[in-house]
C-alpha cells in the first residue's frame, strides 16, 4: 500500500510538453489493478476463490503477513535490481551482484553448523547479508574502487561463500544444515507478523536510498567523467546504491531467504514499457515487484493444494517464459 | 587306541584349523550405521573390521572408522581387504557399488523401500550375506511381531520433519503410525512434502512430533504449537506436540518397537 | 539552424577563463604532462592539438577539475580549482566525453534533462522553468521533433549534437569537449564548429582537443600546441602554425601553404612504408 500511494504523487514524463491527464490516467490503472491482484490474492486458497473474512484467524494471522511478504520482498528485489542494472550498465544485473545473497547463506548455515542457539535464521540471513557487503565494499576499496573492482569482488565473495557451503555440507553430518538450505531457497511461508514489523522498515529506508540516488544512478550511465562533470560523486553514489541495496535485499532473504530471477527480470520487463530513467523505474518496478511475486506465491501455495510450492520454483519457470515474449516484441518494436 | 588318539588330536587339529579359517575368511566392512545395526544385533561384530562413522556401537570400537557414510572413498575400504562390503542405499557415492565390482571386491547393497516396510526382509538379506541365516530369520521375526498393531489406538498423527514439510504415505513416519494402530493425519500426502500452513490447519491432528535438531526452522515445540494452525487441532489445544530425535521416527530401524510405545504413549 | 538567443537567455554567466601554471602530471611512474603553463581566455574557443600521447585530454581533464595536477595548480578565475566544490564545478563547467555511452535507456529530452542535475541537485525535481529551457534548446539544435524518441536510436551526429545540447541545457559558461569531431562525417563536422563559433560569440568560452590540425587552424581563436607532455606553443593560429615547430611536434617535414584564405598543411617528407 505504503508503494501505490507514494506512486501517486510521481510525474509521468519529462516532455516538455507535460500534461498531467496523462499521470493521473496511469496512476489509476495501476491503482486498480494493485487493488485487484490484492483482493484476488486475500480471497484465494486451496479451495478456490471466496469473499475474505478477516475474522477468521487462519485468514488474519497465515495468508495476511504472507501476502504481506510477498509485496516486500517483490518490491524490495525490483527496486534492488532496477538501482544495480544502473550501477553496473548491466541489464543482467541482479540483486546478489552485492553479495547479499551469498552472506546471508553462508550465516544461516554458519549458525546451524555452530549451532548457536536463540538466533533465528531470519535474523542470520539479514545480518549475514550486510556484513557480506561491507566485506564486499572494503575489498573493492582495496582492490582500487570503481565498477569493475565491485564486479569482480561480488562473483569472487559467492564463488568463495558457495563452495564453503557446500564444503560445510559435505563433512558436516548435521542433518539441520541441509533443512537451513530448503529454508533459504526462496519460499513465503515462513514470514511472520514479527519479522515484518522490522523488516518492512529496513526495506522501505532502502528504497528512498535508492530512489534518493536516481537521478546519480542516471548520470553515471553517461560514464564516469561526463557524471563528475555533473556534480556527481561517482564514488559515494557507487557506496551508497551498494548500501541501500543491501539494506533492500537483507530484508528481502529475511524474509524469504533466496529468491532468484525476480530482481533481473521486473526491472528489464517495466524498462520495455516506460523506459529507463531511473527514478522512476525504480519505483514502477518496486510496484510491478511487489504484485508479481504476490500473484506468483499466491498461484505457488494454491495450485498444488495442499503442497506449499516453493514460490521461488515457480517464478524460475514462468518468469523467463514471459520475459522472452517481451524481448521479441520489443525487438519487433525496433525493427 | 593310539590310533584313535592320534584320529581324535587330526579332528580336533583339523576343526581348530576350520574353524580358524572360517573365521579369518569374514572381513566385513558395513558401510552404512543402519546396517551395521543389524549386523551388530546378528552377533557378527567380530567379522567387522570398517565401519562409518555414524556407527557407534560399542562391539564395533574395534574396527577401523572408513569416513561418513555419505562421503565414501573406495580406497580407504580397500586397504581393509575386505571379505565382504555390505550397506544400504544410504551409501554415496552411489557409483561407489559398481567401483568396488570392478576390483574384485564383493560388494552388495542391501536393497530396501524408502519407508523401510519391507524392513525384515532387509533383515534376513544381511544375515544371509553372513551366512547366519537362521539367527536373522528369528530376529525379523521377532522383530514384526513387536511391530503389529495391538488394539485400536485410533488417534490421528502428524509427524513433520521441520514443521513443515510432513510425512505422508509411504515414509517411515507412516509405516510407525500404522504399527501403533494410529491414522497418519497426512495420508492424503504421498512421501515428504511441504505443506501449506492453512492446509496443515485442516488436518486435526491429536499427535504431533517434530525432528528436533530441526529447532532453528520451528522455533521450539511451545512455540509452535501456539501457531495458529496448529493451535486450532487438538495437538495443539492439548499440548501434544513433541520434539523427537530424528532417528527414532524418520527412520525404520531395530528400536523401532520402542518409538511405536512411545508413540502410543503420546495421547 | 540559427540561434536565436539573447545573451541572458544562451549564457547566464560571464565569460570564464582558465589558466595552468606549472602544471605537472604524473601517473604510474610516467610524467604524462610538465611545465604546462597555459592560457584559455574567457569568451574564444581554444584548441589543444598535438600528436597521439601528447597529453591532450589528461590536460582537458585537469581543467575539468576531473583529475588533480600534481605539481602546479589550475585556475578558475583565479580560483585553483582544486577549491572548487563538485557542485560547483558542475554549475560552471560542462564535459563531453570522448566516447559517449554505449547504451543508455533514456530518450532525447531526458538525456538533455540531466544538464540540469547540476542545479537541482539530489533531490530536486525539475520545474517547469527546467522543462521549458529543455524545449528551447531542443529548438535551437533542431531536435524537436526528436525529443521523445529513445537516445539510441540516434546516429553518431545527432548523439553528438545531443551531447552538445545537454551542456546547453547544463547552461555553464565553460564548455571542454574531448575529440568532438571524432565519429563526424563533414557535414557534421562543419556543422559542430559552427555551433561553437555561435556559442563563442555568445560568450561562451570553449575548449576542445583535436585531432585534425587543419580544422584547428581554421576555426580556433587560440591553439595550444602539445607534444610529448610538454607546451610548445600557444597562440593564434598563425602564431603557432610555423613549419619548425609543427616538424618538432609531428616528427615529420612540413611545408605551410596559405590559400583561399585557409592554412594548409603539406607534409615534404614522404617515405615509402618499408
Same mark, same amino acid.
Given at each position: 500500500?505504503?508503494?501505490?500511494?507514494?506512486?501517486?504523487?510521481?510525474?509521468?514524463?519529462?516532455?516538455?510538453?507535460?500534461?498531467?491527464?496523462?499521470?493521473?490516467?496511469?496512476?489509476?490503472?495501476?491503482?486498480?489493478?494493485?487493488?485487484?491482484?490484492?483482493?484476488?490474492?486475500?480471497?484465494?486458497?486451496?479451495?478456490?476463490?471466496?469473499?475474505?473474512?478477516?475474522?477468521?484467524?487462519?485468514?488474519?494471522?497465515?495468508?495476511?503477513?504472507?501476502?504481506?511478504?510477498?509485496?516486500?520482498?517483490?518490491?524490495?528485489?525490483?527496486?534492488?535490481?532496477?538501482?544495480?542494472?544502473?550501477?553496473?550498465?548491466?541489464?543482467?544485473?541482479?540483486?546478489?551482484?552485492?553479495?547479499?545473497?551469498?552472506?546471508?547463506?553462508?550465516?544461516?548455515?554458519?549458525?546451524?553448523?555452530?549451532?548457536?542457539?536463540?538466533?533465528?535464521?531470519?535474523?542470520?540471513?539479514?545480518?549475514?547479508?550486510?556484513?557480506?557487503?561491507? !566485506?564486499?565494499?572494503? $575489498?573493492?576499496? *582495496? &582492490?582500487? =574502487?570503481?565498477?569493475? %573492482?565491485?564486479? +569482480?569482488?561480488?562473483? @569472487?565473495?559467492?564463488?568463495?561463500?558457495?563452495?564453503?557451503?557446500?564444503?560445510?555440507?559435505?563433512?558436516?553430518?548435521?542433518?539441520?544444515?541441509?533443512?537451513?538450505?530448503?529454508?533459504?531457497?526462496?519460499?513465503?511461508?515462513?514470514?511472520?507478523?514479527?519479522?515484518?514489523?522490522?523488516?518492512?522498515?529496513?526495506?522501505?529506508?532502502?528504497?528512498?536510498?535508492?530512489?534518493? !540516488?536516481?537521478?546519480? $544512478?542516471?548520470? *553515471? &550511465?553517461? =560514464?564516469?567523467?561526463? %557524471?563528475?562533470? +555533473?556534480?556527481?560523486? @561517482?564514488?559515494?553514489?557507487?557506496?551508497?546504491?551498494?548500501?541501500?541495496?543491501?539494506?533492500?535485499?537483507?530484508?528481502?532473504?529475511?524474509?524469504?531467504?533466496?529468491?532468484?530471477?525476480?530482481?533481473?527480470?521486473?526491472?528489464?520487463?517495466?524498462?520495455?514499457?516506460?523506459?529507463?530513467?531511473?527514478?522512476?523505474?525504480?519505483?514502477?518496478?518496486?510496484?510491478?515487484?511487489? !504484485?508479481?511475486?504476490? $500473484?506468483?506465491?499466491?498461484?505457488?501455495?494454491?495450485?498444488?493444494?495442499?503442497?506449499?510450492?516453493?514460490?521461488?520454483?515457480?517464478?524460475?519457470?514462468?518468469?523467463?517464459?514471459?520475459?522472452?515474449?517481451?524481448?521479441?516484441?520489443?525487438?519487433?518494436?525496433?525493427? | 587306541?593310539?590310533?584313535?588318539?592320534?584320529?581324535?588330536?587330526?579332528?580336533?587339529?583339523?576343526?581348530?584349523?576350520?574353524?580358524?579359517?572360517?573365521?579369518?575368511?569374514?572381513?566385513?566392512?558395513?558401510?552404512?550405521?543402519?546396517?551395521?545395526?543389524?549386523?551388530?544385533?546378528?552377533?557378527?561384530?567380530?567379522?567387522?573390521?570398517?565401519?562409518?562413522?555414524?556407527?557407534?556401537?560399542?562391539?564395533?570400537?574395534?574396527?577401523?572408522?572408513?569416513?561418513?557414510?555419505?562421503?565414501?572413498?573406495?580406497?580407504?575400504?580397500?586397504?581393509?581387504?575386505?571379505?565382504?562390503?555390505?550397506?544400504?542405499?544410504?551409501?554415496?557415492?552411489?557409483?561407489?557399488?559398481?567401483?568396488?565390482?570392478?576390483?574384485?571386491?564383493?560388494?552388495?547393497?542391501?536393497?530396501?523401500?524408502?519407508?523401510?516396510?519391507?524392513?525384515?526382509?532387509?533383515?534376513?538379506?544381511?544375515?544371509?550375506?553372513?551366512?547366519?541365516?537362521?539367527?536373522?530369520?528369528?530376529?525379523?521375526?521377532?522383530?514384526?511381531?513387536?511391530?503389529?498393531?495391538?488394539?485400536?489406538?485410533?488417534?490421528?498423527?502428524?509427524?513433520?520433519?521441520?514443521?513443515?514439510?510432513?510425512?505422508?504415505?509411504?515414509?517411515?513416519?507412516?509405516?510407525?503410525?500404522?504399527?501403533?494402530?494410529?491414522?497418519?493425519?497426512?495420508?492424503?500426502?504421498?512421501?515428504?512434502?511441504?505443506?501449506?500452513?492453512?492446509?496443515?490447519?485442516?488436518?486435526?491432528?491429536?499427535?504431533?512430533?517434530?525432528?528436533?535438531?530441526?529447532?532453528?526452522?520451528?522455533?521450539?515445540?511451545?512455540?509452535?504449537?501456539?501457531?495458529?494452525?496448529?493451535?486450532?487441532?487438538?495437538?495443539?489445544?492439548?499440548?501434544?506436540?513433541?520434539?523427537?530425535?530424528?532417528?527414532?521416527?524418520?527412520?525404520?530401524?531395530?528400536?523401532?518397537?520402542?518409538?511405536?510405545?512411545?508413540?502410543?504413549?503420546?495421547? | 539552424?540559427?540561434?536565436?538567443?539573447?545573451?541572458?537567455?544562451?549564457?547566464?554567466?560571464?565569460?570564464?577563463?582558465?589558466?595552468?601554471?606549472?602544471?605537472?602530471?604524473?601517473?604510474?611512474?610516467?610524467?604524462?604532462?610538465?611545465?604546462?603553463?597555459?592560457?584559455?581566455?574567457?569568451?574564444?574557443?581554444?584548441?589543444?592539438?598535438?600528436?597521439?600521447?601528447?597529453?591532450?585530454?589528461?590536460?582537458?581533464?585537469?581543467?575539468?577539475?576531473?583529475?588533480?595536477?600534481?605539481?602546479?595548480?589550475?585556475?578558475?578565475?583565479?580560483?585553483?580549482?582544486?577549491?572548487?566544490?563538485?557542485?560547483?564545478?558542475?554549475?560552471?563547467?560542462?564535459?563531453?566525453?570522448?566516447?559517449?555511452?554505449?547504451?543508455?535507456?533514456?530518450?532525447?529530452?531526458?538525456?538533455?534533462?540531466?544538464?540540469?542535475?547540476?542545479?537541482?541537485?539530489?533531490?530536486?525535481?525539475?520545474?517547469?522553468?527546467?522543462?521549458?529551457?529543455?524545449?528551447?534548446?531542443?529548438?535551437?539544435?533542431?531536435?524537436?521533433?526528436?525529443?521523445?524518441?529513445?537516445?539510441?536510436?540516434?546516429?553518431?551526429?545527432?548523439?553528438?549534437?545531443?551531447?552538445?545540447?545537454?551542456?546547453?541545457?547544463?547552461?555553464?559558461?565553460?564548455?571542454?569537449?574531448?575529440?568532438?569531431?571524432?565519429?563526424?562525417?563533414?557535414?557534421?563536422?562543419?556543422?559542430?564548429?559552427?555551433?561553437?563559433?555561435?556559442?563563442?560569440?555568445?560568450?561562451?568560452?570553449?575548449?576542445?582537443?583535436?585531432?585534425?590540425?587543419?580544422?584547428?587552424?581554421?576555426?580556433?581563436?587560440?591553439?595550444?600546441?602539445?607534444?610529448?607532455?610538454?607546451?610548445?606553443?600557444?597562440?593564434?593560429?598563425?602564431?603557432?602554425?610555423?613549419?619548425?615547430?609543427?616538424?618538432?611536434?609531428?616528427?615529420?617535414?612540413?611545408?605551410?601553404?596559405?590559400?583561399?584564405?585557409?592554412?594548409?598543411?603539406?607534409?615534404?617528407?614522404?617515405?615509402?612504408?618499408?
Amino acid at each position: 500500500m505504503a508503494v501505490i500511494l507514494h506512486a501517486v504523487p510521481y510525474r509521468d514524463s519529462n516532455s516538455p510538453h507535460d500534461t498531467n491527464v496523462g499521470f493521473s490516467w496511469h496512476t489509476a490503472l495501476g491503482v486498480t489493478i494493485g487493488a485487484a491482484v490484492l483482493l484476488f490474492a486475500i480471497g484465494m486458497s486451496g479451495h478456490g476463490w471466496s469473499w475474505p473474512d478477516l475474522g477468521d484467524p487462519i485468514i488474519a494471522r497465515l495468508r495476511l503477513p504472507r501476502i504481506a511478504a510477498a509485496l516486500v520482498v517483490g518490491m524490495s528485489l525490483a527496486t534492488a535490481g532496477a538501482a544495480l542494472q544502473a550501477l553496473f550498465r548491466n541489464p543482467l544485473a541482479d540483486p546478489g551482484l552485492v553479495g547479499t545473497s551469498s552472506g546471508a547463506a553462508l550465516a544461516v548455515v554458519g549458525v546451524m553448523a555452530l549451532g548457536i542457539g536463540g538466533i533465528s535464521l531470519p535474523l542470520a540471513a539479514c545480518g549475514g547479508g550486510l556484513l557480506a557487503t561491507a !566485506l564486499l565494499l572494503t $575489498l573493492a576499496r *582495496l &582492490m582500487g =574502487g570503481g565498477e569493475l %573492482a565491485l564486479l +569482480l569482488m561480488g562473483l @569472487v565473495v559467492s564463488s568463495f561463500v558457495g563452495a564453503v557451503i557446500g564444503i560445510l555440507l559435505l563433512f558436516s553430518d548435521n542433518l539441520a544444515l541441509r533443512s537451513a538450505m530448503s529454508w533459504l531457497s526462496g519460499q513465503l511461508g515462513s514470514a511472520d507478523a514479527a519479522q515484518l514489523m522490522w523488516a518492512s522498515p529496513l526495506a522501505l529506508t532502502g528504497v528512498a536510498m535508492l530512489l534518493i !540516488l536516481g537521478r546519480d $544512478l542516471d548520470c *553515471l &550511465m553517461l =560514464g564516469e567523467d561526463d %557524471a563528475r562533470s +555533473l556534480g556527481v560523486s @561517482v564514488s559515494r553514489t557507487r557506496l551508497l546504491t551498494a548500501i541501500g541495496a543491501a539494506l533492500v535485499v537483507g530484508a528481502a532473504v529475511s524474509l524469504s531467504g533466496i529468491i532468484a530471477f525476480v530482481g533481473m527480470m521486473v526491472p528489464n520487463a517495466c524498462a520495455l514499457v516506460i523506459g529507463g530513467e531511473r527514478r522512476r523505474l525504480i519505483l514502477i518496478s518496486g510496484f510491478v515487484g511487489a !504484485l508479481f511475486l504476490l $500473484l506468483m506465491d499466491t498461484l505457488a501455495r494454491c495450485v498444488a493444494w495442499p503442497v506449499d510450492m516453493p514460490v521461488g520454483l515457480l517464478v524460475g519457470f514462468v518468469g523467463p517464459l514471459g520475459f522472452l515474449w517481451l524481448f521479441h516484441r520489443r525487438q519487433r518494436g525496433m525493427s | 587306541m593310539r590310533t584313535k588318539s592320534v584320529l581324535t588330536v587330526m579332528m580336533l587339529a583339523c576343526a581348530a584349523v576350520c574353524s580358524h579359517v572360517a573365521h579369518a575368511a569374514e572381513r566385513v566392512v558395513v558401510l552404512t550405521s543402519d546396517v551395521a545395526e543389524i549386523v551388530v544385533a546378528l552377533g557378527h561384530a567380530g567379522d567387522v573390521v570398517g565401519h562409518d562413522r555414524a556407527a557407534k556401537e560399542p562391539e564395533l570400537a574395534q574396527a577401523q572408522d572408513i569416513g561418513l557414510s555419505h562421503a565414501l572413498s573406495v580406497d580407504v575400504v580397500a586397504q581393509l581387504k575386505p571379505t565382504l562390503v555390505i550397506g544400504s542405499h544410504l551409501a554415496k557415492p552411489d557409483a561407489i557399488w559398481q567401483k568396488f565390482n570392478e576390483i574384485g571386491i564383493h560388494a552388495v547393497e542391501i536393497g530396501g523401500r524408502e519407508d523401510g516396510a519391507d524392513y525384515p526382509d532387509v533383515i534376513r538379506s544381511v544375515g544371509t550375506l553372513l551366512g547366519n541365516e537362521k539367527q536373522s530369520v528369528e530376529l525379523a521375526q521377532h522383530w514384526q511381531h513387536a511391530m503389529t498393531p495391538t488394539g485400536t489406538w485410533g488417534k490421528r498423527v502428524l509427524i513433520s520433519y521441520d514443521g513443515k514439510t510432513v510425512a505422508g504415505r509411504n515414509t517411515p513416519g507412516d509405516v510407525l503410525i500404522r504399527a501403533a494402530g494410529g491414522i497418519n493425519a497426512a495420508a492424503d500426502i504421498d512421501g515428504y512434502k511441504p505443506l501449506n500452513p492453512e492446509a496443515m490447519a485442516e488436518l486435526k491432528a491429536d499427535v504431533i512430533l517434530l525432528a528436533q535438531h530441526n529447532r532453528a526452522m520451528y522455533g521450539s515445540a511451545e512455540e509452535y504449537g501456539h501457531r495458529p494452525e496448529i493451535a486450532a487441532m487438538p495437538a495443539g489445544k492439548q499440548g501434544h506436540v513433541y520434539e523427537v530425535p530424528v532417528h527414532e521416527f524418520f527412520t525404520i530401524n531395530l528400536q523401532s518397537p520402542v518409538s511405536v510405545a512411545k508413540l502410543k504413549a503420546m495421547d | 539552424m540559427r540561434v536565436e538567443r539573447d545573451s541572458t537567455n544562451g549564457v547566464s554567466m560571464p565569460a570564464l577563463h582558465q589558466q595552468c601554471c606549472d602544471v605537472a602530471y604524473i601517473r604510474n611512474g610516467r610524467t604524462l604532462l610538465s611545465k604546462i603553463d597555459a592560457e584559455i581566455p574567457a569568451g574564444q574557443f581554444t584548441a589543444i592539438v598535438g600528436p597521439n600521447g601528447a597529453g591532450k585530454s589528461t590536460l582537458l581533464r585537469l581543467l575539468g577539475g576531473l583529475d588533480h595536477p600534481n605539481r602546479g595548480e589550475v585556475y578558475l578565475e583565479q580560483q585553483s580549482i582544486t577549491h572548487i566544490s563538485a557542485q560547483s564545478r558542475a554549475r560552471r563547467i560542462g564535459w563531453l566525453g570522448q566516447f559517449g555511452p554505449s547504451d543508455l535507456p533514456l530518450s532525447v529530452a531526458q538525456y538533455l534533462m540531466l544538464g540540469r542535475h547540476a542545479t537541482l541537485g539530489r533531490f530536486g525535481q525539475p520545474n517547469r522553468e527546467d522543462r521549458q529551457l529543455v524545449a528551447q534548446v531542443l529548438e535551437d539544435f533542431d531536435m524537436l521533433a526528436q525529443a521523445q524518441q529513445a537516445w539510441r536510436t540516434l546516429s553518431g551526429g545527432e548523439r553528438q549534437r545531443a551531447g552538445l545540447a545537454r551542456l546547453a541545457v547544463q547552461d555553464v559558461p565553460l564548455w571542454l569537449l574531448d575529440e568532438p569531431t571524432n565519429h563526424l562525417d563533414l557535414k557534421h563536422q562543419i556543422q559542430l564548429f559552427q555551433r561553437l563559433r555561435e556559442e563563442t560569440a555568445a560568450g561562451r568560452t570553449i575548449v576542445a582537443v583535436l585531432h585534425d590540425l587543419s580544422l584547428a587552424t581554421r576555426w580556433a581563436d587560440h591553439v595550444i600546441l602539445l607534444s610529448e607532455g610538454r607546451l610548445l606553443r600557444q597562440g593564434p593560429p598563425a602564431h603557432v602554425l610555423q613549419a619548425d615547430i609543427l616538424s618538432t611536434a609531428y616528427d615529420v617535414s612540413t611545408e605551410l601553404l596559405y590559400e583561399q584564405g585557409l592554412h594548409w598543411i603539406k607534409p615534404t617528407q614522404l617515405q615509402p612504408p618499408c
